[in-house]
């Protein structure tokens, strides 16, 4: 099936790390942008941060400097290592893939994966 498998949540203290993986079907990996996105409760869904095939990153601005995105062209994994995680940063974090028009018509996320940071 064409799928993103996510690992690697889990429950850590504030200003600890924690590194996320998605492993990609081929299809949705390959010559393709990959990104994580995190929601927490009562809260929009927001970008965190994003990928090119090349290897050109974004990063929203509550995570710039402590998050890092790479990825692995042969794993067709994409990693989210997390550092001096805060409080704030608790959310369900997706792994996603944008749609190709000419390969498949609808994005792709995740399941998902739980990130809990206690104080």
């Known amino acids: 099936q064409v799928q993103l498998v996510e690992s690697g949540g889990g429950l850590v203290q504030a200003g600890g790390s924690l590194r996320l993986s998605c492993l990609a079907s081929e299809i949705l990996f390959s010559n393709n942008n990959m990104g994580w996105y995190r929601q927490a409760p009562g809260k929009q869904r927001e970008l965190v941060a994003t990928i090119t095939f090349g290897g050109v990153t974004y990063y929203g601005d509550s995570v710039k400097g402590r998050f890092t995105i790479s990825r692995d062209n042969a794993k067709n994994t994409v990693y989210l290592q997390m550092n001096s995680l805060k409080p704030e940063d608790t959310a369900v974090y997706y792994c996603?893939?944008?749609?190709?028009?000419?390969?498949?018509?609808?994005?792709?996320w995740g399941q998902g994966t739980q990130v809990t940071v206690s104080s």
């Open positions: 996603h893939a944008p749609r190709r028009p000419e390969l498949f018509p609808h994005e792709y």
